[in-house]
Each structure stands twice: as structure tokens, then as C-alpha cells.
């Protein structure tokens, strides 16, 4: 019988908590879209458009961390976060000479083909931020300002949302401050497409050391897809079952070969540069990195 107890207290020691809070700013209206993580951890979620959240861990002493463009990062223990207040941070710009542009030129980097990605990043029950490295060059002194942005999509669920993010580079060659000028929450419809974003009227100047494009997944329910084993016709005519299952959160964004490592991947609270996949690849991705397939279209 002692025994029997003994278990029953162990077992009910290590059952994960269901942690429920709110994002508000300081005037009280709820920030929808604000990625939290537990501190130096891998678990973490998305607060809804309402600033709803919820997380899932047994220790309400650790540390969440609460992160959003245009608010301070604020870190705060799990038991008190039921009420999570942010504080407004201003957004410092480079100072742009608007007058006289003329928008005369314009030439695309990163340019790849749609029908020729095979291989995609894809976030899963935690959120996470890959960016690529975009390095300034000789070309684009006659045209730095971004004019739009093109970045191929993949989604099994229609009106995926994910945020765009620019990041300048630091002297040690990784991602540092938030360059954004305004949250880019961006809409992605069902399937695979070439989503473009109109980037103008935000005069984004690429700086002299180049600058990284990144994408945030957010974990939130309307991003959210289950799937399961599942069958596929193979060339042969027979049918093979596919063992993967589980829960990710849309889009998936496809990926380019390239002989260099260009992406970076923020979790746990900081950013890693991506390795060379330890298995061999199919075609045109053998035994090279994989960068986000983005393109930019740049303007005078």
C-alpha cells in the first residue's frame, strides 16, 4: 500500500501544468502574435488575436520570455504570468532622404524557380525564427532600397499567418538588432505559391554589411495542422505508407540549395548558425545547406 502511494505522488510531481495568461499593453488592449518561450528552452507558443496564450510545463518557476516588434522583451515567471503587461519600445530608423526618388531601376537578387523546390522549412509545436543572409554588393549601390519581396509558400491550411522580419548584421556575422519599421504580419493562401510582399512605402534601405530576411512561424490554432500516416502512389503503380505524423503550424517555406551557409535559426533564445544536413539529399540538394527561397526586388 506504501508502495502504491509512493507512485501515485511521483507520478502526480511530473504532470505538466496547462500555464493560461494575457498580453496587454500598457493601455490595457491585448497584443495579438507575440511569440513567448520558456527561457533557454525548446517549448513555447503564440499569444491569439485576442492576446490569449497558453503553455504547457510542470515548473511554474521557470522563466517565460515575451518578444514583439515595437514592445521591450519582457521576461516573466511562469506563476505570474497570468496577466503579462508590455511595455511600448520605439522602433529607431536609419534616416531615409525621401525626396527625388525616382524608383527608375530595379533588379532582383536571390532569384530562384518555383517548380524546381523540393525541400522546405517547417515550424513545429514551438515557434522559431530562420533568416537568411543577404550580403551587400556592388549592384546594389544604385538600388538598396527594397522594393518588394517575393518568398515561395506551402500550406495545407488557407490564411496561414507568419511575420517578416530584417535584422542587420553584426560585426561577428550574425543576426542582431530588428530592423523592421512595422509588424509585417503576412496572409498565406492554401497550397503552393509564390507569395509577394509589397515592401515600398516602408523604405527599407539594405545597409552597407547587408542585412538578413527572416521569417517567424507564430503557434497559433488557425496555423495549426495535424497529419498522419498516410499512403503514396509510387512510380511502380503500388502504394507505400508514410510514417510521419504529428502536429506543425503552416506555412512551410520552400528552400534553395546553395554551397554556402547563409540561415540562421533563432530558438531557445538564440540564434545558431544552420549545419550541412548529416544525410545525403536527393538531386540538386546533395550534401549542400539549404537557405530560404526568397527574392528580392530592389528599387532607387
Same mark, same amino acid.
Do not use: C
Given at each position: 500500500m506504501?508502495?502504491?502511494? !509512493?507512485l501515485?505522488?511521483?507520478i502526480?510531481?511530473n504532470? !505538466?501544468a496547462q500555464?493560461?495568461?494575457?498580453?496587454?499593453d500598457?493601455a490595457?488592449n491585448?497584443?495579438a502574435?507575440?511569440?513567448?518561450?520558456v527561457?533557454?528552452e525548446?517549448?513555447?507558443?503564440t499569444?491569439?488575436?485576442?492576446?490569449?496564450?497558453?503553455?504547457?510545463e510542470?515548473?511554474?518557476?521557470?522563466? &517565460?520570455?515575451?518578444?514583439? &516588434?515595437?514592445?521591450e522583451?519582457?521576461?516573466v515567471?511562469i506563476?505570474?504570468a497570468?496577466? !503579462?503587461i &508590455?511595455?511600448?519600445?520605439?522602433?529607431? &530608423?536609419?534616416?531615409?532622404?525621401i525626396a527625388?526618388?525616382?524608383?527608375?531601376?530595379t533588379?532582383?537578387?536571390?532569384d530562384?524557380?518555383k517548380g524546381g523546390?523540393?525541400?522546405?522549412?517547417?515550424?513545429g509545436?514551438?515557434?522559431?525564427? !530562420?533568416?537568411r543572409y543577404?550580403?551587400f554588393?556592388v549592384?546594389?549601390?544604385?538600388t538598396?532600397?527594397i522594393?518588394?519581396l517575393?518568398i515561395m509558400t506551402?500550406?495545407?491550411v488557407d490564411q496561414?499567418?507568419f511575420l517578416?522580419?530584417f535584422?542587420?548584421v553584426t560585426?561577428?556575422g550574425?543576426p542582431?538588432?530588428?530592423?523592421?519599421?512595422?509588424?509585417?504580419l503576412?496572409?498565406?493562401?492554401?497550397?503552393?505559391?509564390?507569395t509577394?510582399?509589397?515592401l515600398?512605402?516602408?523604405?527599407?534601405?539594405?545597409?552597407?554589411?547587408g542585412?538578413?530576411?527572416?521569417?517567424?512561424?507564430l503557434?497559433?490554432a488557425?496555423n495549426?495542422?495535424?497529419?498522419s500516416?498516410?499512403?503514396?502512389?509510387?512510380?511502380?503503380?503500388?502504394?507505400?505508407?508514410s510514417?510521419?505524423s504529428?502536429i506543425?503550424?503552416?506555412?512551410?517555406?520552400?528552400?534553395?540549395p546553395?554551397?554556402?551557409?547563409?540561415?540562421?535559426?533563432?530558438?531557445m533564445?538564440r540564434?545558431?548558425k544552420f549545419?550541412k544536413?548529416?544525410?545525403?539529399?536527393?538531386?540538386?540538394?546533395?550534401?549542400k545547406?539549404?537557405?530560404?527561397?526568397?527574392?528580392?526586388?530592389?528599387t532607387n
Amino acid at each position: 500500500m506504501h508502495k502504491i502511494v !509512493v507512485l501515485l505522488l511521483f507520478i502526480s510531481a511530473n504532470v !505538466v501544468a496547462q500555464v493560461k495568461g494575457k498580453v496587454a499593453d500598457e493601455a490595457k488592449n491585448p497584443v495579438a502574435y507575440v511569440n513567448i518561450w520558456v527561457e533557454d528552452e525548446n517549448n513555447g507558443t503564440t499569444s491569439d488575436a485576442n492576446g490569449d496564450f497558453t503553455i504547457l510545463e510542470k515548473n511554474k518557476e521557470k522563466i &517565460l520570455v515575451f518578444s514583439a &516588434l515595437g514592445f521591450e522583451t519582457k521576461k516573466v515567471r511562469i506563476s505570474e504570468a497570468e496577466q !503579462v503587461i &508590455l511595455k511600448s519600445a520605439p522602433i529607431h &530608423l536609419q534616416e531615409i532622404v525621401i525626396a527625388g526618388k525616382k524608383q527608375s531601376k530595379t533588379i532582383t537578387i536571390g532569384d530562384y524557380k518555383k517548380g524546381g523546390i523540393s525541400h522546405f522549412f517547417s515550424s513545429g509545436k514551438n515557434p522559431w525564427i !530562420v533568416a537568411r543572409y543577404f550580403p551587400f554588393d556592388v549592384k546594389m549601390e544604385q538600388t538598396p532600397y527594397i522594393k518588394e519581396l517575393t518568398i515561395m509558400t506551402d500550406s495545407e491550411v488557407d490564411q496561414a499567418k507568419f511575420l517578416l522580419h530584417f535584422y542587420e548584421v553584426t560585426a561577428n556575422g550574425n543576426p542582431g538588432k530588428d530592423l523592421t519599421p512595422e509588424n509585417n504580419l503576412i496572409t498565406v493562401e492554401k497550397g503552393q505559391h509564390n507569395t509577394t510582399v509589397k515592401l515600398e512605402h516602408q523604405n527599407l534601405k539594405i545597409p552597407g554589411n547587408g542585412v538578413f530576411v527572416a521569417v517567424e512561424w507564430l503557434i497559433i490554432a488557425e496555423n495549426k495542422y495535424d497529419f498522419s500516416p498516410s499512403l503514396k502512389d509510387t512510380a511502380s503503380g503500388s502504394y507505400t505508407v508514410s510514417n510521419f505524423s504529428g502536429i506543425r503550424y503552416e506555412p512551410r517555406i520552400g528552400t534553395v540549395p546553395s554551397e554556402e551557409s547563409t540561415s540562421w535559426r533563432f530558438t531557445m533564445g538564440r540564434w545558431t548558425k544552420f549545419d550541412k544536413p548529416n544525410v545525403s539529399n536527393i538531386g540538386k540538394y546533395n550534401n549542400k545547406f539549404n537557405e530560404l527561397a526568397i527574392k528580392l526586388t530592389l528599387t532607387n
